[in-house]
């Protein structure tokens, strides 16, 4: 088992930078994939970027040159920078975790989620 805990979330103006934190705990080394997604207020959640445990990276077009996902091994933390912020990025980001069980069980885990806005 895991436990993913986010956190950097705030308010910011449009065109500022913010960087996302997700801190796993527990049996860190079963975690062969990190995401970040942010769900808006009446739309539906929306996968951003991807990490391996590789460190192989992945993004979706909509973030994809504004938004860089990394990771910190040592620390179990993956990272979210999020460059050139606009109001439409203001969501509850949250971070989720494929967990191998076992060589035949896949578990999910994800974070409480924290906040950002983004002001005009």
């Known amino acids: 088992q895991v436990q993913l805990v986010e956190s950097g979330g705030g308010l910011v103006q449009a065109g500022e930078s913010l960087r996302l934190s997700c801190a796993a705990s527990?049996?860190?080394?079963?975690?062969?994939?990190t995401d970040w997604y942010r769900q808006a207020p009446g739309k539906e959640r929306e996968l951003l970027a991807a990490?391996?445990?590789?460190?192989?990276?992945s993004y979706e077009d909509s973030v994809k040159g504004r938004f860089t996902i990394s990771r910190d091994s040592a620390k179990s933390t993956v990272y979210l920078f999020m460059n050139n912020l606009t109001p439409e990025d203001t969501a509850v980001y949250s971070c989720?975790?494929?967990?191998?069980?076992?060589?035949?069980?896949?578990?999910?885990?994800w974070g409480q989620g924290t906040q950002v806005t983004v002001s005009s």
């Open positions: 527990g049996n860190v080394a079963n975690i062969y994939n």
């Open positions: 989720h975790a494929d967990y191998r069980h076992s060589d035949t069980e896949i578990r999910n885990f």
């Open positions: 990490i391996t445990s590789s460190g192989t990276a």
